[in-house]
């Protein structure tokens, strides 16, 4: 459809919606071209901003009478692409919905829109004792409903998981414009397959948040090691010694320099890697524990703990500026996200290393190493020709060292439009085709977020076509209302 | 089909498992003919023991190719029904799949076939210092395989999660004969909806399973109160107080006389109930947290703390023999399985006394009281005219209760034969329909357990029955594909 063909849907959205809240201006749906994969661009044919559930279904069978995708977005923030708009189709977006619609202390949980901002519903609890633990770099400004969509992690993720082990049922616009509840719940567990399908299976709209309780203490070192390698056995080292700590973060030399420059992090200088390292829990528990680590990092050349908030902060700094701080000391760069088990740490960034050396590209190391989700920071200079390129190859040839060591291609940051085309790296096609059930089995008409996750859009009949024979409901004749 | 007509099948499979692996006698087929829920039997049709995936799935498609229903069965322990045969239908034994395949201690994962005992993962990895946490009360005799199909729980589930939080990929045989492998990984988590399926979405064939590691200390109290409500009391105070105990355990009176009679476990007299508490991790963590376990159980006439692992097991044997013990005094009886909030136990314990009260039918409460999950034992006696039908009316109000306060109609023991008909009290049509595309897209041909989970079985082709209009690929002529 051209995107004069929307002008009739557009109509329809503004009676849905309210004349003031679906935007048409080619000016103003620019400003939506892009999420946090800012070099993938398109600008939406049309923009929404729903107010709710039930307006939500109507654009969605709007769209689907049409024949015209769709595609929800929250903040924005996404580093994957996946809420990357298509100038065919209609971005819904969903910031108008931001309430947080119920607080449940005593059973330990929030109801919210999926617009509210992650770090409101920790400032909405904190007083009474609770917070929401997923911790995306991002928390400040990312959506509930675009970390469901990517099951976002963070830096405490380690000890705390990811966005699905906080989230107890979502409410959700089918791409067939029902509003259906799912949940933890008897019969077949689909949260754990909506959560992190990338907004593929359907929109949230409605999302009951398991809320933490604040720990009884936090303490927080940085320990300086001279070389990667050492500060590496040190994460083995607390991990073996069964050790859980809320977050391990690890830096190298180059992003601690880009830090430097960017934030004065005033990290201990001539390090070859630094160790955040954060435990929290029962005070008594949190003093054996950090004794122990404090010993276990025994080869740091220095090692600072933070005596109050205010120098976690500061700590934390360094490492929160991290991805951004590179654009000082490099014009361009790729994030990239990949995911080995703990124990293939040292091989892979000494193999990175080499990657590195022979191909003269820059690789700055930010990584979770607990939980040994890696992120390598790609360097380049666009200005300079071919060395796009090049770092693209580095780029691949690391999620090659990932799998290769029985690891993944994306640890926390989905696959997007970014990696659809590395899922058959990972997958059989017989693995991805009964992934791809599923999609179709929820999105028939392929209308919903297509060409995210999975390769090839191919047309959902085409799917299982290691079937053969005659469809038993085409045989019975029902096969229309599949 | 009539049994005759899987005369030809027999054979078939014969030449897949090999002559000795298939049965087809009567009387040993009747060895089959139910689960853990006893009061539903079918003698199946064909036993098949395969041994390994590639059998498996040339079972699955002999099967499919004749129209003929299957259903795996591991140790046949489930309380719902889960493995329940069909007259008409092949039941594929996992017991010759009993091999530990992998122990990666430094990954801390193993992988293991399905029919490996659940106990046997920790017998094997405990001089290690790890051990598999899901602990069901059949755990010495129950199957991985059959967990993972009704994703298991056990009295350690309040700290330590199901089954689906120690299951890191599993090798799965699907409805249409492929081996594909599902895990967390990039792409629609299926393990999620997989784990817990009751054997609706496939046959795993292996599974890889994380290790705990075995904590520095175990402290376990038994604490006998004068009424249920102070013994409720006591576990609001334990959670509301930040402590996350490895178990908070309830039995009332009626259950202390049950497995009084049974096991002699010397529980304190007099009691109106008794929590067993038990608190594991770190020492220092263990020690503090104990202390105030303690205090907060003031209300008890009597605790009495475990000095040693044999203490440890003098305590809970009473627990654990308390299903099988309430045969001491009664006749026949219900294991009924509900969720509720913990908040709303109070009021349905008092609900239940009532409902007990008015009916004249006795019921026993034993339950996991820190999630809310409840083991009402509803006591009747078969002999009695009308019995039978009052407990399973005051059984059903229990269900009622649950699903009034928000809970849930099973916590651990699956929905399988039993409780199918109570899915549509718990759902919307909408979101049974949504659940039920999931199951038609694996299993379009619904020869996979059926009758399990879902109230009606339906022809797939039926289900999205809300959708209007033909189909896009009907209209594209690739309906055939699907």
Chains 1, 2 share one sequence.
């Not at 908030?309 to 500026?321: P, Q, Y």
């Amino acid at each position: 459809m051209s995107t004069a063909g929307l002008d009739g849907l557009a109509e329809r959205l503004r009676v849905v919606a309210g004349a003031g809240n679906v935007i048409t201006d080619p000016a103003e749906l620019r400003t939506y071209e892009c999420d946090g994969l800012t070099y993938h661009r398109a600008t939406p044919g049309i923009v929404v901003l729903p107010d709710g559930a039930e307006q939500i279904a109507e654009i969605v069978k709007a769209c689907t009478a049409e024949g015209v995708p769709y595609i929800a977005r929250g903040s924005g923030t996404g580093l994957s692409g996946g809420a990357l708009p298509r100038t065919d189709g209609v971005l819904i977006v969903t910031s108008r919905m931001r309430r947080i619609l119920e607080i449940d202390i005593d059973d330990e949980r929030a109801v919210v829109e999926p617009g509210v901002i992650n770090l409101d519903v920790t400032k909405a609890v904190r007083s009474q004792g609770y917070y929401y633990a997923p911790d995306p770099s991002s928390q400040q400004i990312c959506s509930i409903g675009g970390n469901v969509a990517e099951n976002s992690g963070g830096a405490h993720c380690l000890k705390y998981g990811f966005t699905v082990n906080h989230v107890l049922a979502c409410e959700v616009v089918t791409p067939d414009g029902e509003i259906v509840e799912i949940s933890e719940a008897p019969g077949y567990d689909l949260l754990g397959a909506f959560v992190g399908s990338e907004g593929t299976l359907g929109i949230t709209t409605k999302i009951t948040v398991r809320l933490t309780r604040l720990p009884e203490k936090v303490e927080t070192l940085l320990a300086a090691f001279d070389t990667i390698e050492s500060a590496g056995e040190a994460v083995s080292a607390i991990i073996s010694a069964g050790v859980v700590p809320a977050a391990i973060e690890m830096m190298d030399a180059l992003s601690i320099e880009a830090a430097e420059a960017a934030v004065a992090c005033d990290y201990p200088p001539g390090a070859g890697a630094v160790l955040v390292v954060e435990l929290d829990g029962p005070a008594a528990e949190v003093d054996h524990q950090f004794a122990q680590v404090k010993e276990l990092c025994d080869a740091a050349f220095e090692i600072r703990v933070a005596a109050d908030d205010t120098e976690r902060a500061l700590i934390w700094r360094g490492r929160k500026s991290a991805f951004a701080a590179v654009g000082r000391i490099s014009p361009d760069y790729i994030v990239q996200d990949g995911v080995i088990p703990r124990t293939a740490l040292p091989e892979v960034l000494a193999r990175i290393d080499e990657l590195s050396g022979d191909s003269g590209v820059r690789v700055a190391n930010v990584f979770h190493a607990g939980d040994g989700n890696l992120h390598p920071l790609v360097l380049f200079d666009d200005a300079v020709p071919g060395a796009a390129e090049r770092a693209e190859m580095v780029s691949g040839q690391i999620l090659d060292l990932c799998i290769e060591h029985g690891g993944s291609i994306t640890g926390e940051h989905g696959v997007g439009v970014d990696k659809a085309k590395h899922m058959p790296r990972m997958f059989t096609e017989e693995d991805l085709d009964t992934m791809q059930m599923v999609r179709c089995a929820f999105d028939p008409a392929g209308l919903c977020n297509p060409g995210k996750v999975y390769p090839t859009p191919r047309l959902c009949g085409e799917v299982p076509g290691r079937r053969t024979g005659v469809h038993p409901l085409v045989e019975s004749g029902k096969a229309d209302l599949f």
